[in-house]
């Protein structure tokens, strides 16, 4: 390397090495600095060492000297990141169940780089989950990409829609056609990422789930529906549909055991009005998307949880709750 070119790429080639190799329990010596300048054929000597550095607190690396015993030399002192940050982005992504398992270890290499090299030993450590359930569908990045180009340029967006069948092969809705629709948000609902959209056909907003979104790509048309839209809630929209699946809104009262009410609280939100039921139970009363996964929501809370109106909605869930009961006959 010629030594101009050297020079020019010293600041840079010492910034790397303290962000890789130091933290507080490992500082490096300016011997070591030395040492991997040399190692990209740059020449320099300790007392430039000692400019570097400074010049490097300049621009606004946090660099630390210590001489305490056996610990000596530079170390950077604060990063973008601390290390519980990283812990929590790692945790959120190994945990996140609309992320690949290949995405996730390509995100987490990413995440790791922004510690120390002991530090991103930790987060290995921190992030194992054994058994993880994970999508199938590689293409999830560029899907919410897509999904975000369309919102930006005010652009509706085409895409065709796929479930899966028992042979865990993909099927797609209405024949492989594209659906056409204005997107308008992206949600996470019950560990899976959909997009908000308002279907012109319909008149209607509707959800879709990301990761069984393909072939997506913006369409010269504008969105439609921003009326509808900007009526829409977002954070009690996803009150009241329970695991996103479509049905009639309505007014429910529900009742419920006591020592349910911090789950009810999580699922309907702090505001709900808590009304004593006798000395054992209280009744609530929300606006829901009544479906079979209401209807399973409130099955897993046993006979401590009842839904006491409306008549319509009560004879859908005995339906609900009888047809299963058939099966065990």
Known sequence: MPRSTGQKLKLLYLMDYLLQYSDAEHPVTTRQLIAHLAAHDIA?????????IEALRT???????????????????????????????????????????????????????LASSYDAQRLQRQVYVAGRVKTMNES??????????????????RFRYFEYTVAKERRYRRDGAYYIVSPYALTWDDENYYMVAYET??????????????????????????AAYRSLDMAMYSRKVFGMFSGREERVRLRFANHLVGAVLDRLGQDVS?????AEHFTVSADVV???QFFAWLCGFGADAQL?????AVEQMKAYVEEIAALYR
């Open 44 to 52: 320099a000597e300790r007392k430039s060492i000692y400019d570097d």
């Open 59 to 113: 621009y606004g690396l946090d660099v630390e000297q210590v001489a305490d015993g056996q610990l000596y030399g530079y170390y950077v002192a604060s990063r973008c990141f601390e290390l519980p940050e990283l812990k929590l982005l790692v945790d959120s992504v190994q945990s996140s169940k609309f992320i690949t398992q290949r995405k996730t270890n390509a995100l987490i290499k990413k995440i790791e780089t």
């Open 140 to 157: 999830i990045y560029y899907n919410v990409d897509a999904v975000h180009a369309g919102i930006s340029e005010d652009k509706k967006i």
């Open 201 to 226: 056909e319909t008149d209607s907003i509707r959800h879709y789930r990301v990761d069984k979104m393909t072939n997506i790509a913006t369409v010269d048309e504008p969105r439609d529906g921003a």
């Open 274 to 278: 808590i009304i004593p039921d006798g």
């Open 290 to 292: 009544v479906s079979p």
């Open 308 to 312: 006491i109106a409306p008549a319509g």
